[in-house]
């Protein structure tokens, strides 16, 4: 069974850091392409970043150049190292599984239950 | 800037069809960009229910199915039940790598 369990959130001021975890069972990180997707208090779902299979990664232009994805492969995780952090990035943060490959399934087809990040003064 | 749009809130009767959709306030949507949908209630994560235009995710019936209408991409839920009072995404595969989710649609079922 395929499970993703987010950590790493919580209160931090603005330009703050912080690193999320998404640890994964049930399937290989690295074989597939994981996404983090944020929602702020009483809004929608916002895509913020996609590491695939190969490595490649791309970032949504509201973090692109504070935030960074990654995989820790001795834990079968993806992360994502979170700087300058600003009062907008405050939202509940998912991490989602995507297919092996690009047509294979929805890009969003397994999700955890998400961990809340709080930038404020 | 292109943004992704859907209709804020849509009401269905139990037992009928509605259809979703979502566009683009710049441009048609095409099956080249990998319309997916997802529900989410509250507090909840969302959940995948069709993905490549028109692919069901594992486990969805068939009362859900995703398309191409015109210029947008839409979601059909016929026989509308109870439960299927969600807000509804879409996601759009865009240049450059990146995917953009539309605003959401609360769906009512009265």
């Known amino acids: 069974e395929v499970q993703l369990v987010e950590s790493g959130g919580g209160l931090t001021q603005p330009g703050g850091s912080l690193i999320l975890s998404c640890e994964a069972s049930g399937f290989i990180v690295r074989s597939n392409y994981m996404s983090w997707v944020r929602q702020a208090p009483g809004k929608g779902l916002e895509w913020v970043s996609v590491i695939y299979s190969g490595g490649k990664t791309y970032y949504s232009d509201s973090v692109k150049g504070r935030f960074s994805i990654s995989r820790d492969e001795s834990k079968n995780a993806m992360l994502l190292h979170m700087n300058s952090l600003r009062v907008e990035d405050t939202a509940v943060y998912f991490c989602?599984?995507?297919?092996?490959?690009?047509?294979?399934?929805?890009?969003?087809?397994?999700w955890g239950q998400g961990t809340l990040v709080s930038v404020s003064s | 800037h292109t943004v992704v749009t859907q209709e804020p809130a849509v009401s269905v009767s139990p037992g009928g069809t509605v259809t979703l959709t979502c566009g683009l306030t710049?441009?048609?949507?095409?099956?080249?960009?990998?319309p997916s949908w997802y529900r989410q209630t509250p507090g909840q994560a969302p959940r995948a229910l069709t993905y490549s235009t028109n692919a069901r995710s594992s486990g969805v019936p068939d009362r859900f199915s995703g398309s191409i209408l015109g210029d947008r991409a839409a979601l059909t839920i016929t026989g509308a039940q109870a439960d299927d009072e969600s807000t509804y995404y879409c996601v759009l595969y865009m240049l450059g790598g990146v995917w953009v989710f539309g605003g959401g649609t609360k769906l009512t079922v009265l």
């Open positions: 989602a599984r995507g297919p092996p490959n690009f047509l294979e399934g929805a890009p969003f087809e397994s």
């Open positions: 710049s441009g048609s949507v095409s099956i080249s960009h990998y």
